[in-house]
């Protein structure tokens, strides 16, 4: 499978791949595009964990941001949003 999100430029790919290994992360990468190549889910999930990324398609079982509450409990924090973003009082 591949992923733009885990992509890099081209000129870069010896520099991440070792970045990769020091991770225990196992990914190739597009010669011509800088395209992250993943051999399979378990590494997906693995890279995106290590890597901070959100897999939009995930399932169940796959990496999801830490910062999104676990039970309706707890918040997110918002004082980095945009004062654009926030509701007006």
Do not use: F
């Given at each position: 499978?591949y992923?733009?999100?885990l992509g ?16 225990g ?6 010669k011509?595009t ?6 399979d ?6 890279a995106?964990?290590?890597?901070g990324?959100?897999?939009?398609d ?6 999801v941001?830490?910062?999104i509450p676990?039970d309706?409990?707890?918040?997110v924090?918002?004082?980095t949003?945009?004062e654009?973003w926030?509701?007006?009082?």
């Open positions: 499978m992923s733009d999100a890099i430029n081209p000129e870069q790919i010896e520099e991440q791949m070792a970045a990769d290994k020091e991770m992360l196992s990914l190739d990468y597009e011509d800088g395209r992250c190549v993943i051999p889910q378990a590494m997906l999930k693995k995106c964990v290590a890597n990324i959100h897999h939009n995930a399932g169940y079982s796959d990496a941001p830490s910062d676990k309706d409990t707890e918040t924090d918002d004082s949003a945009e654009s926030k509701d007006p009082d």
